[in-house]
């Protein structure tokens, strides 16, 4: 196992990225069978995860639902696509201190989607201490209750994490270097996590596309503490996020820079505002408060965020609450979450009268389907809707659980960023979900 | 005939002691013990310290020293009522838990022991390592912390 050591003291491994490309090669080298579950000090694990089910939408007409923004969505309104995936893991284990994992995840994505895509996490990890862990490579953050799990159905209630308050998560991994340390004080357990380093991926567009998306200069802190069944967590994330827009965003946003030469008082900020909806990248911040109580046959799960992204319509507050009680094998629950844009959807501004005593009628009409796109294209970037929902899992054997779910939908006028094919008006709907999560090997 | 049966008889009877020599009768049905090395300092832990210890959350003894929990058989029974006495949740739901920790590389689940006396074995060996019994064990190179219920 010396190779491991040998990824730290070779000269040109300098960045984690290529780091994260190492630690699979050297995982997937084991000679150990998979699945090996001795008791000796160095060990290899294989064990996986997966989710086949079915989601059945009405209203909202032709529009698909997605899970989060790096899916392709549903093609159709009964679809497998959204929910159904398939995980594998392999964990290595050099002794206590040291420790390693690849982790992939198959699940329905955009075409052309880079393999590095696949891989949600692929570290090598040491531990100095037993409750202190430094790890490097591509780790998840800790941010999100249910972010680093959301893939692993079986790990939570739902039939999805609430899409209102996940949706837009494109940030849940991290190339870099980790750091954790854990402490008790009285009955309360203590973690706190730090993150720092950037990331390259994906998510959909509208229309399904892929659209990379590279971030940078991440950090991500994460607080939680544990007593009595009461898990509160508070965590923050900041990092450089840049968008590889399609032609045609670039060329709008130079069609206004072009219109904001046109000498007319007022002009300009209406431009600005016009261009913010074309937003591809800046400055980009997290902040999220979460509560889990599980006591008894009682679960109540709570949390709020504030996604902060200057000058843009991403800028939103999320929030979910969800009550589940057990009963044998069978947890009932009920969720309901919203997400809200800081903004109010801004209405398509009047530039022909404005322009054409300067430019004339008819260049002042081509402005104004230029609005008309610009406009239209922050619905692309607003999250604004609400769910309501209740549900039942079923663990029908020691690892599988059956779930079934019923959410009801508002989606608000220029709203729809986690939809596919979406129009921009407002719509309401039904989906109806039927899922059977499966783990094995842990 | 007969001698030679009696003979076999005492024979197996002399197995089956042997085969318990390492472990004593159940003290009762529904009662597990909690095992460390004898080379482990540790005398006693409280409920809330094993919990910890046995949910991810720490992965060290109350005196800082590395603490490694092993579980009985995953789909065996034992594993079941340990974690129901020591957490109150049922094997559903460990099983979830613990799927979250693993595959979110918090914390891997216990390595597994086949049975009681696979489970001493690998206590013997490791003074870091934890685990329970259900029976109360006669050999002195592991040492009683606590007993659930």
């Known amino acids: 196992m010396r190779n491991f050591s040998d990824v730290f003291a070779k000269p040109g491994v300098r960045r984690c990225s290529r780091l994260t490309s190492w630690i699979p090669a050297l995982l997937l080298f084991a000679s150990v069978p998979a699945g090996a579950q001795d008791l000796s000090r160095n060990t290899f694990s294989f064990s996986g995860f997966g989710t086949v089910g079915v989601v059945g939408k009405t209203g909202a007409r032709d529009w698909g639902f997605t899970r989060n923004s790096t ?7 009964l679809s497998a696509a959204p929910d159904s995936r398939l995980g594998g893991q392999v964990n290595w284990s050099g002794g206590s201190p040291w420790e390693a994992a690849v982790q992939g995840v198959l699940m329905s994505r955009p075409g052309q989607v880079p393999v590095r895509d696949v891989v949600e996490q692929a570290y090598l990890g040491y531990r100095p201490l037993p409750d202190t862990r430094i790890r490097l490579g591509r780790t998840s953050a800790d941010i999100f209750l249910y972010a680093d799990s959301r893939n692993v159905g079986y790990a939570f209630p739902w039939a999805r994490p609430p899409v209102d308050f996940y949706g837009f998560a494109p940030l ?16 309360a357990t203590w973690r706190a996590r730090a993150t720092a380093g950037s990331l390259r991926t994906s998510v959909a567009d509208a229309n399904g596309s892929r659209i990379p998306v590279r971030a940078s200069e991440i950090l991500a802190v994460g607080l939680s503490r544990e007593s009595n069944g009461l898990l509160v967590k508070l965590s923050y994330l900041r990092g450089q996020i840049e968008l590889s827009t399609d ?23 209406q431009i600005d505002l016009l261009g913010n909806n074309l937003w591809t990248g800046g400055i980009t911040s997290y902040m999220a408060v979460a509560a889990q109580y599980d006591r008894g046959p009682w679960t109540l799960i709570a949390e709020g ?5 200057p000058d ?8 979910y609450v969800s009550l589940g009680w057990r009963k044998n094998a069978v947890t009932y629950y009920g969720i309901a979450s919203r997400v809200k844009p800081q903004d109010r959807a801004r209405a398509e501004p009047d530039l022909a009268s404005a322009l054409a005593p300067a430019v004339g009628s008819a260049a002042a009409q081509q402005a104004q389907m230029l609005a008309g796109y610009a406009t239209a294209a922050a619905s692309n970037y607003r999250f604004d809707q609400s769910t309501v929902g209740a549900g039942f899992r079923w663990d029908f054997a020691a690892n599988a659980a059956l779930k079934f779910q019923v959410d009801r939908f508002n989606v608000r006028q220029n709203g729809g960023a986690g939809w596919r094919h979406h129009d921009g008006q407002a719509a309401k709907g039904t989906l109806v979900s039927v899922l059977v999560d499966f783990v094995w090997g842990p | 005939m007969s001698r030679m049966l009696s003979s076999r008889l005492r024979m197996a009877a002399a197995l089956a002691l042997s085969t318990f020599s390492l472990q004593g009768p159940a003290a009762s049905a ?25 949910t991810g959350r720490t992965r060290a003894f109350p005196n800082g020293d590395a603490a490694t929990p092993l579980d ?46 696979a489970m001493v074995q690998r206590l013997r060996n490791d003074p870091s390592a934890i685990g329970y019994l259900t029976r109360e064990p006669q050999d002195s190179s592991v040492r009683v912390v606590m007993r659930l219920p």
């Open chain 2, 72 to 117: 009985q058989r995953r789909d065996g029974a034992a594993r079941a009522e340990f974690y129901q006495s020591l957490t109150g949740m049922d094997i559903a739901r460990i099983n979830s838990y613990w799927a979250r920790l693993h595959f979110t590389g918090q914390v891997r689940p216990p390595q597994t022991a086949e049975d009681d006396a």
């Open chain 1, 312 to 319: 843009s319509p991403l800028d939103a507050r999320r929030a």
């Open chain 1, 247 to 269: 032609p045609g965003v670039l060329a709008l946003r130079r069609g206004l820079e072009d219109l904001r030469a046109v000498p007319v008082p007022g002009l300009g900020r």
């Open chain 1, 172 to 187: 849940t991994s991290i190339d870099g270097i980790d750091l954790e340390q854990r402490w008790n004080t009285g009955d």
């Open chain 2, 30 to 54: 529904d009662s597990l013990y909690v095992v460390v090395s004898a080379h482990n300092p540790i005398r006693s832990l409280s409920t809330a310290e094993l919990v910890a210890i046995y």
């Open chain 1, 305 to 309: 965020s504030q996604l902060s992204v």
């Open chain 1, 71 to 77: 899916q392709l969505g549903a093609g159709s309104d």
